[in-house]
């Protein structure tokens, strides 16, 4: 994504708000009450497990950087792959080689699952799974050229939403969820927009599933730093106003105002912006810091397993949990 200037190029801007605007026009944009979410919370025993989360993500670390092309990155995505279909779920990989910006052709792979695939209503819930190839942020000069293990810019996502697969399968009456694992997102070039979320961008203009058209879609990246910070990310509140209301009005009923500050943020040229030009409503969970951007470990040799809280992990997946069991019991009573 385009994580050094937080706010996009003027032009690309002004071309994303008009693409944002008619998608998010007449929702309501303030966080209210929930007395459902209220109840939900005494009622309700969350199954997600944070350690089982964590566990993912440490799988994922141990292949190594997951940049397009090496080893680490075929094995790491024949293992997600493996995972999911253990999982019951309806996996189709998508697979093309893209031509990043600095002109090296890279191998794609789309990992992309379906939960009670026969479910109308669909929810999509997506991450990055690469790697970062150059640890440019990386306060050591020396270590500039070193591929990111990506602990927590893209496999805490991931872990959170292999975990959700995994309670999900378990549950003969789950909704319908799709769970995206993007590819080629962090091969990018700073201040050139165009060239991140290669394989949001793929998958947005060559749908695996014809009409495919889910209700909403959510975006995790870096949800695995013990002091992370959630606000409303810019183009998301455009986009689906009402599904950022629902997500953040849960997270303050579960007590975790303190990760998911329902505080406007900056704009982010993430994944989730080229499902928005596609016309798929999306919000982008993000982890950014008031007054000093992403973590600290962003783009660094430092982005490890001691950049990931099992805490931080699990709250993001009982927020989540909340949310796919409201939809659940929403599409049953209708």
């Given at each position: 994504?385009?994580?050094?200037?937080?706010?996009?190029?003027?032009?690309?801007?002004?071309?994303?708000?008009?693409?944002?605007?008619?998608?998010?026009?007449?929702?309501?944009?303030?966080?209210?009450?929930?007395?459902?979410?209220?109840?939900?919370?005494?009622?309700?025993?969350?199954?997600?497990?944070?350690?089982?989360?964590?566990?993912?993500?440490?799988?994922?670390?141990?292949?190594?950087?997951?940049?397009?092309?090496?080893?680490?990155?075929?094995?790491?995505?024949?293992?997600?792959?493996?995972?999911?279909?253990?999982?019951?779920?309806?996996?189709?990989?998508?697979?093309?080689?893209?031509?990043?910006?600095?002109?090296?052709?890279?191998?794609?792979?789309?990992?992309?699952?379906?939960?009670?695939?026969?479910?109308?209503?669909?929810?999509?819930?997506?991450?990055?799974?690469?790697?970062?190839?150059?640890?440019?942020?990386?306060?050591?000069?020396?270590?500039?050229?070193?591929?990111?293990?990506?602990?927590?810019?893209?496999?805490?996502?991931?872990?959170?939403?292999?975990?959700?697969?995994?309670?999900?399968?378990?549950?003969?009456?789950?909704?319908?969820?799709?769970?995206?694992?993007?590819?080629?997102?962090?091969?990018?070039?700073?201040?050139?927009?165009?060239?991140?979320?290669?394989g949001a961008r793929y998958f947005a203009e060559n749908l695996p599933v014809k009409g495919y058209a889910p209700s909403a879609?959510?975006?995790?990246?870096?949800?695995?730093?013990?002091?992370?910070?959630?606000?409303?990310?810019?183009?998301?509140?455009?986009?689906?106003?009402?599904?950022?209301?629902?997500?953040?009005?849960?997270?303050?009923?579960?007590?975790?105002?303190?990760?998911?500050?329902?505080?406007?943020?900056?704009?982010?040229?993430?994944?989730?912006?080229?499902?928005?030009?596609?016309?798929?409503?999306?919000?982008?969970?993000?982890?950014?810091?008031?007054?000093?951007?992403?973590?600290?470990?962003?783009?660094?040799?430092?982005?490890?397993?001691?950049?990931?809280?099992?805490?931080?992990?699990?709250?993001?997946?009982?927020?989540?949990?909340?949310?796919?069991?409201?939809?659940?019991?929403?599409?049953?009573?209708?």
């Amino acid at each position: 994504m385009s994580k050094s200037g937080i706010l996009k190029s003027a032009a690309t801007t002004a071309i994303s708000l008009a693409l944002l605007m008619s998608c998010g026009a007449g929702k309501k944009t303030s966080v209210e009450e929930d007395n459902d979410d209220a109840a939900s919370r005494e009622q309700t025993a969350t199954l997600f497990s944070a350690d089982s989360a964590y566990s993912y993500v440490a799988r994922q670390v141990e292949f190594g950087p997951r940049v397009p092309g090496t080893d680490a990155h075929r094995l790491c995505g024949e293992w997600l792959a493996d995972k999911l279909n253990s999982f019951g779920a309806d996996v189709i990989e998508q697979k093309a080689s893209l031509t990043a910006f600095d002109g090296t052709v890279i191998p794609m792979r789309n990992i992309f699952a379906r939960i009670n695939p026969n479910a109308q209503d669909r929810v999509l819930l997506l991450a990055h799974w690469d790697s970062r190839p150059w640890a440019d942020h990386d306060p050591d000069e020396t270590k500039r050229s070193i591929p990111v293990d990506g602990a927590n810019d893209g496999a805490s996502g991931v872990g959170v939403l292999l975990e959700l697969a995994r309670i999900l399968s378990a549950d003969n009456n789950a909704p319908g969820v799709d769970i995206l694992l993007c590819d080629a997102e962090d091969w990018g070039e700073e201040s050139n927009d165009e060239s991140w979320a290669l394989g949001a961008r793929y998958f947005a203009e060559n749908l695996p599933v014809k009409g495919y058209a889910p209700s909403a879609a959510i975006l995790l990246d870096m949800v695995g730093a013990p002091d992370a910070t959630f606000m409303r990310e810019y183009f998301s509140q455009l986009a689906n106003p009402a599904l950022a209301d629902e997500i953040w009005a849960i997270a303050h009923r579960l007590g975790y105002g303190n990760l998911f500050i329902n505080r406007m943020g900056s704009a982010v040229n993430d994944d989730h912006v080229e499902l928005i030009k596609a016309g798929i409503p999306a919000i982008d969970i993000i982890d950014y810091r008031e007054g000093s951007g992403f973590y600290s470990g962003w783009h660094t040799t430092s982005d490890n397993m001691d950049a990931i809280s099992k805490e931080t992990l699990g709250a993001v997946g009982n927020i989540l949990e909340i949310y796919l069991l409201k939809n659940q019991l929403q599409t049953i009573n209708e």
